[in-house]
């Protein structure tokens, strides 16, 4: 069965603290993404990575960054957390255009 | 720009009757049309896919019909039951290169029993 896990499912933490979001995924796919999800605003992507240390920016990259040492594991990283990072943040791998699965999210509250 | 919209915020429908979630996009150079069901504070499940060759797609109680000349996507339920009401995404991706996902902002359908 399908597997993608995500470290924390909820986090609080304060502004300027740096941040770190883990999703793992167990089914040996090439790509893996992080998205946040906002009210009235879909989910928007903000990396992705289609390989090992490889990666491309998405819609909203700014104020994060990722890693992808290890094939199963993708890191984002709020280098200094703002309250307008308070938001879903969504882990998702895939393997071909027509799949994608979700991890269970971390909501992610910036006091 | 937004390459992929649900312009319905939110729809409520007997349980029973059919639930028609609609998605429209602007980019004819998508492969592939995902739906997805999110229920609150889980990640979204994928349900069904449709390929950009394709015009209908069937699993189950759901039915994903592609319209290309209109750019038109929708996704029926039938029968809808009370366990389908939750937050439905539509998204579409390309299949040349390193492809990712457009997802639009979602529509919530409440089945009433």
């Known amino acids: 069965d399908v597997k993608v896990t995500q470290s924390s499912r909820y986090l609080v933490k304060r502004t300027g603290e740096k941040v770190f979001l883990e999703c793992v995924q167990d089914?040996?796919?090439?790509?893996m993404f992080w998205y946040r999800q906002d009210p009235g605003l879909g989910l928007r992507l903000i990396y992705f990575?289609?390989?090992?240390?490889?990666?491309e920016k998405g819609d909203i990259p700014e104020g994060y960054s990722v890693s992808r040492e290890k094939k199963e594991r993708f890191s984002l990283i709020l280098e200094s957390a703002s309250t307008n990072q308070t938001s879903m943040y969504l882990c998702?791998?895939?393997?071909?255009?027509?799949?994608?699965?979700f991890g269970p999210g971390t909501r992610l509250t910036v006091l | 720009d937004q390459q992929v919209k649900q312009n319905s915020p939110s729809l409520s429908v007997q349980e029973g009757r059919i639930s028609i979630l609609n998605c429209d996009y602007t980019?004819?150079?998508?492969?592939?049309f995902l739906w997805y069901k999110k229920y609150p504070a889980e990640g979204p499940t994928f349900l069904i896919s449709?390929?950009?060759?394709?015009d209908k797609n069937e699993d189950g109680r759901f039915t994903v019909f592609l319209n290309k000349s209109a750019k038109h996507l929708s996704l029926h339920i039938v029968p809808s039951q009370p366990g389908d009401s939750a937050v439905y995404f539509c998204?579409?991706?390309?299949?040349?290169?390193?492809?990712?996902?457009?997802f639009g902002t979602g529509t919530r359908l409440k089945v009433l029993a």
């Open positions: 980019n004819s150079m998508f492969d592939y």
């Open positions: 998702a791998s895939s393997w071909t255009p027509d799949t994608q699965y």
């Open positions: 089914m040996d796919h090439e790509n």
């Open positions: 990575s289609y390989d090992v240390k490889m990666k």
């Open positions: 998204a579409a991706s390309r299949a040349s290169g390193t492809y990712k996902y457009i």
């Open positions: 449709i390929s950009s060759i394709k």
